[in-house]
């Protein structure tokens, strides 16, 4: 199963191909997507994206998540958080929102099991 690609992004909209749903932050993987709501886990911009965030994507099954901070990378992520995900095996990557897409795209395109955790807007 394939890591669906990122068809837009803008300023508070994510679209997912396969998906009808426009996200305003959201969580991809092989075979899926879904809203990434930050009540579920409490997360906040500072600390930022918690383990238990990132855990969902963990799960499965991906050889690299990339983590998308923001378009002006007000999301933090804290090393406790890269340390859970290089602890499981995983390669993390962490950029700005509009980065994080181009380079999760361009993982997909290329077969890897790739996902992501996408914050669209500040």
């Known amino acids: 199963m394939s890591s669906p690609e990122i068809a837009s992004l803008s300023w508070g909209q994510m679209k997912v191909q396969g998906s009808t749903t426009t996200y305003k932050d959201c969580k991809v993987w092989p075979g899926g997507s879904r809203a990434w709501d930050w009540r579920e886990t409490g ?68 077969g890897v099991r790739v996902g992501g955790v996408f914050h669209s807007t500040c």
């Open 43 to 110: 997360t906040e911009h500072s600390p930022g994206v918690q383990p238990a965030d990132v855990k969902e994507v963990v799960e499965k099954g991906v050889q690299t998540l990339v983590i998308g901070r923001g378009m002006s990378e007000a999301l933090k992520v804290p090393p406790s958080t890269v340390e859970y995900l290089q602890k499981q095996g995983i390669d993390v990557r962490v950029l700005q929102t509009e980065a994080a897409v181009k380079e999760y795209n361009a993982l997909a395109a290329q």
